[in-house]
């Protein structure tokens, strides 16, 4: 019998039609994946069973749980299943709880308000399902709070919510999404032992094929609110017959065409780099305490070269990035670009550019895209001529007549794409690249990594390609280095690093990353 | 959490020496002579003389400082040069009057801007929440005198359910003086009321927002729950800011409405001095309102850190 069972699903939301017709079903016991880009409609179809919905939705079709009609069901009978029933993980573990709340109580309440037990029991029972979810008493009490915890101790403390009272079906909306790749593969093993455990159905929603591909009994693909495909996980790469998921496979293992281009000389230099930052004092008046966030790093950036900074959150890749920009200053060592100091002398940053992760938070949504591109030009103290602002937005692939429109007008990758005109405005000879592809759809990813591998050739472009993405840099850059606790522990040429790592750090973090069937 | 208290404690106690230096300053500063500024430019060299003496500005600009801040620790204010009375019992009595004032209003204050803002908050774009917004709009744009004047109008002269003004003091039992003070709390608390609600739903409405509250929701909690449970108290955060500042602002700036009613409170004791050159009242109440606003910003700072848990463990 199947568990949840959804047919000729049709959502709209204030008019617009959203969802198209979907039809999927899961049985007890079953990973079902659920792929797809941004505006797919897939984690609507999720809301849709739990009827979790944004306002001025209407929905119609057919959704059934364990044989229970959903739509006809009131309010209240929703709310007795909702928990209980079906249990939902979310994608944002760091705003998915309740930060004034702990977690013991947060877990237990699932269990309070659906069987009125005593307080006592529910927290017994919440610890109980805590300690399934890797998060055992002695480590964690229960009276811990959100912020006391890692983005993957939270994830767990979210399932646990969604298991605690042994649900039939569990929806998990892109869990790992914002975690890094060894935490990734700790939840997604943990997923796959309770869903054994349990004869739970699950509903694996995510964009990574590798992710839902690895994990997934059955895969389904969707694209602008229709299923366009389903197969067999373990079998997709060989039986896909639609052309879009064809074409996601593509994206995903992309490798944009390169050919060498790089000269001996070192444009940037980094040596012996460290910086300390103080920690609030333990005592009253005592010394502050240091954190080392980058320690001793030393390595080269040779002219024409694409060098990927691979690291996990906090390893200390955002402090050496803010460091290279010359916008903090380091306590040891020496940046120089182009054999000029960045603290000593300003002038040479001229020479290096950044784009960001976020394309949206690094514009002013004010001021139009002529002024956004035009922005390096405060260093040069004049300003943007309009030819100059034609040929940087022509050279990203948008028009000349995009410069009057204003930035909530772009899709996240055109976005990204005037992000990469305002660092090539003032013809830069480094732009650093932080995360700057983390954000996007893998098809998106793939073009503005083309779009990237075009521009170093015909700008002479060198690239520092920072990111927690193994992908991404294998298929970009000529060399890596591994960073983990401040510190560099593996370089060497992306061949070298990706088919015999040395270090045991970097080997984990290889074995932890989901890989497409081949 | 205990380290956290004592920590603004500390805040607590360099803010207050600090004010009181700065205050000291302020008077020190002035141009020309606290003594002669006070009788005005017609002044007996002599009378002049003699008040520099009672003043003790004969003496260091320190021990001056020193022997003013032992007086006001020990309750000693010093003597009101128009009232010829000793300062404290002076701000004793306008206390008496204006401390009971500002709880009420701001009492009256919370009690209706919560139920509102939660209402409006609830039922956003509905009938209801539009008619809150301009009602709160309004009372935002009402002068609170002339507000106060209209409910003289309506509810001491023509329906005589109250007087129009003045304070038979406690002595007269605590239900007369309550009653005193309603027609000028509520004209208070108008505008106080309209700017909390607003924001209470503001604030309500980013919270419910969150994604915390759908979590709640996918735990089967109803709408209702979820905002009992886990939106209200995350709403608090910013509605105990605005209550903190209100707070201060009703103890030491009803100056406008006690004239309306004729009330012998700290804003016009604070006003007449003024105008009287009264430099140690004014040093004094100034003094007492910059400690009443310090302690509330303390038991604000207290409050946060009751409802937020991630104050706590930082330190």
Request: with cysteine; net charge neutral.
């Amino acid at each position: 019998m199947t568990l949840l069972d959804v047919q000729n699903l049709v959502l709209s939301i204030h008019g617009t039609s959203v969802l198209k017709g979907i039809s999927l079903d899961i049985a007890p016991g079953e990973i079902c994946g659920v792929i797809g880009e941004s505006g797919s409609g897939k984690s609507l179809t999720a809301l849709s069973a739990m009827q979790l919905l944004p306002e001025g939705s209407d929905c119609s079709g057919r959704i059934t749980i364990a044989g229970r009609d959903v739509l006809s069901m009131r309010e209240a009978e929703l709310c007795r299943m909702r928990g209980a029933d079906i249990g939902m993980v979310f994608q944002e573990p760091m705003t998915a709880l309740n930060p004034v709340q702990t977690i013991g109580h947060q877990v237990a309440e699932t269990i309070l308000i659906h069987e009125g037990t005593s307080k006592a029991e529910a927290l017994s029972r919440a610890a109980e399902t805590l300690a399934r979810c890797e998060m055992p008493q002695s480590r964690f009490p229960l009276d811990r709070f959100p912020h006391e915890l890692s983005g993957g101790q939270r994830q767990r403390v979210v399932i646990a919510i969604a298991i605690a009272l042994g649900p039939k079906l569990l929806i998990a909306d892109e869990p790992t999404t914002a975690l890094d790749v060894t935490t990734q593969a700790e939840i997604l093993s943990l997923l796959r032992r309770l869903v054994d455990e349990d004869g739970m159905g699950l509903m694996l929603i995510s964009h990574d094929l590798a992710v839902v591909t690895g994990l997934a009994d059955d895969v389904v693909i969707m694209k602008d609110g229709e299923v366009v495909e389903r197969r067999t996980a373990r079998t997709l790469h060989r039986d896909m017959t639609h052309p879009y998921t064809k074409a996601l496979f593509e994206a995903s293992g992309h490798q944009p065409d390169r050919t060498e281009s790089r000269i001996e000389e070192p444009l940037l230099k980094v040596e012996s780099v460290s910086r300390d930052y103080l920690l609030p004092r333990r005592t009253f008046l005592g010394a502050h305490p240091k954190m080392r966030a980058v320690d001793a790093v030393r390595f080269e950036v040779r002219r024409g070269e694409c060098v990927g900074l691979v690291g996990e959150s906090g390893c200390g890749k955002s402090t050496l990035t803010r460091a290279i920009l010359g916008l903090e200053r380091v306590q040891e060592g020496s940046i120089t670009l182009d054999g000029r100091d960045v603290f000593a002398e300003p002038d040479v940053r001229r020479k290096m550019q950044v784009v960001f992760q976020d394309p949206f938070g690094s514009f002013n949504p004010r001021h139009r895209v002529a002024r956004l591109v035009s922005e390096p030009f405060h260093r040069l103290n004049r300003s943007a001529t309009t030819d100059e602002v034609d040929e940087a937005l022509t050279s990203v692939g948008l028009a000349p007549k995009d410069k009057h429109k204003y930035i909530h007008e772009f899709s996240g990758g055109q976005r990204q794409r005037i992000a990469i005109a305002r660092a090539l405005i003032i013809r830069p000879e480094l732009i650093i690249l932080d995360e700057a592809v983390s954000a996007l759809d893998v098809s998106i990813r793939a073009q503005i990594l083309d779009l990237l591998v075009d521009l170093s050739v015909t700008y002479g472009l060198t690239y520092l390609f920072i990111t927690h993405d193994l992908t991404v840099v294998r298929s970009i850059a000529d060399r890596i280095l591994v960073m983990h606790a401040g510190r560099i522990v593996e370089q060497g040429t992306t061949d070298e690093v990706f088919e015999a790592p040395r270090d045991t750090y970097t080997r984990r973090l290889l074995d932890a990353a989901p890989k497409l069937p081949v | 959490m205990l380290r956290y208290t004592v920590k603004r404690l500390g805040s607590l106690l360099a803010s207050l020496v600090v004010a009181s230096l700065v205050i000291f300053a302020c008077i020190e500063v002035v141009p020309g002579d606290p003594a002669s500024f006070m009788l005005g430019i017609n002044a007996q060299p002599d009378t002049v003389a003699a008040l520099r003496e009672e003043l003790g500005l004969n003496r260091a600009p320190h021990e001056r400082y020193i022997a003013w801040v032992s007086g006001l620790v020990t309750g000693d204010f010093g003597t009101s040069y128009t009232y010829r009375s000793p300062v404290s019992e002076i701000v004793v009595e306008r206390l008496a009057i204006s401390l009971p004032l500002a709880i009420y209003a701001l009492s009256l204050t919370i009690l209706v801007a919560f139920p509102v803002g939660i209402l409006a908050a609830t039922r956003r774009g509905s009938l209801t929440d539009i008619s809150v917004m301009a009602t709160t709009q309004l009372g935002v744009a009402i002068p609170n005198f002339w507000f106060a004047l209209l409910m003289v109008l309506v509810f001491a002269v023509n329906l005589r359910w109250f007087s129009a003004g003045g304070f038979p003091g406690w002595d007269e039992g605590f239900l007369a003086a309550v009653k005193a003070l309603t027609l000028p709390a509520i004209a208070l608390a108008l505008p106080q009321a309209s700017i909390l609600a607003r924001v209470m739903r503001s604030s309500l409405l980013d919270t419910l927002s969150e994604d915390y509250i759908r979590t709640a929701r996918a735990k089967g909690l109803t709408a209702r729950q979820a905002l009992r449970r886990h939106a209200l108290r995350n709403a608090l955060i910013p509605v105990l800011t605005i209550i903190g500042l209100q707070f201060s602002f009703l103890l030491a700036g009803a100056i406008i409405i006690e004239n309306v009613f004729f009330l012998p409170g700290l804003g016009r004791l604070v006003f007449q001095a003024i105008s009287q050159r009264d430099l140690i009242v004014v040093e004094s109440v100034v003094m007492l309102l910059v400690f009443a606003v310090i302690i509330v910003n303390f038991l604000v700072d207290l409050a946060y850190a009751w409802v937020d848990p991630r104050l706590r463990s930082r330190t």
